[in-house]
């Protein structure tokens, strides 16, 4: 088991290893290239490089809003259900 956890971990390390170097080379680096330099056809327009982090933002905010939201209306539920049968 510690095998495939160890592999998952190193998987999970090289994306995100790639993905920093994509994005920073993306959002950083770029503007300082000429703008005619075959290098600017391996990205997106620049304007994306706010875009797209912010609405992963919005989105990863939104669910992690809606999973405490439920949990604490289960939660309310469970004390409600509790409280009437104890009355009962």
Do not use: C
């Amino acid at each position: 088991m510690a095998v495939s956890d160890q592999a998952l971990g190193g998987a999970m390390m090289l994306t995100a290893s790639v993905v920093f170097v994509y994005y920073t080379t993306w959002a950083i680096l770029l503007p300082f290239f000429d703008p005619s330099s075959s290098l600017h056809d391996w990205f997106p327009p620049r304007e994306w490089a706010v875009r797209l982090p912010a609405f992963i933002l919005v989105v990863g905010l939104s669910a992690i809003g809606l999973f405490v939201g439920s949990t604490i209306v289960k939660e309310n539920r469970k004390k409600a259900e509790k409280a009437r049968l104890r009355t009962a």
